[in-house]
C-alpha cells in the first residue's frame, strides 16, 4: 500500500505564507507526477500544481507567481510554499501521487487525506 500524509495548512491572513509538505510512504518503486489540489466548499476539486520527478512543473493561472511546487525524490515529498495568500485560496488542500508500486504492475494514483487553508483576517 501508498499513503500520502499533508501537514504544513492552517490559518493565515491575506497576504501571508504557509508551506505544505506531502509524505509517500508505503511500497513504493518510484514515484511519477505529484500534486496539490485544493477544494472549496460547494466548488469541484481543481489543480493548484504539479511536477514531474524531473522537475517539470505546471500551475493553474490563478496562483502563477505566488505559488511554488518543489520535491524532493530522495524523500518521496513534495511541497508547495504558497505566497501572498489570498481569501479565494481558502480550501482544503489535496497531495496527490501517481505510483509505481514494488512487484506490482502498472501506475497508480493516490490521494492524501488533505489539510485545510483558511486565509482570513
Known amino acids: 500500500q501508498v499513503q500520502l500524509v499533508e501537514s504544513g495548512g492552517g490559518l493565515v491572513q491575506p497576504g501571508g505564507s504557509l508551506r505544505l509538505t506531502c509524505v509517500a510512504s508505503?511500497?513504493?518503486?518510484?514515484?511519477?507526477?505529484m500534486g496539490w489540489y485544493r477544494q472549496a466548499p460547494g466548488k469541484q476539486r481543481e489543480l493548484v500544481a504539479a511536477i514531474t520527478s524531473g522537475g517539470t512543473s505546471n500551475y493553474a493561472d490563478s496562483v502563477k507567481g505566488r505559488f511554488t511546487i518543489s520535491r524532493d525524490n530522495a524523500k518521496n515529498t513534495v511541497y508547495l510554499q504558497m505566497n501572498s495568500l489570498k481569501p479565494e485560496d481558502t480550501a482544503v488542500y489535496y497531495c496527490n501521487a501517481n505510483v509505481r508500486r514494488l512487484a506490482a504492475p502498472g501506475s497508480y494514483y493516490y490521494w492524501g487525506q488533505g489539510t485545510q487553508v483558511t486565509v482570513s483576517s
Open positions: 508505503g511500497s513504493i518503486l518510484y514515484i511519477n507526477s
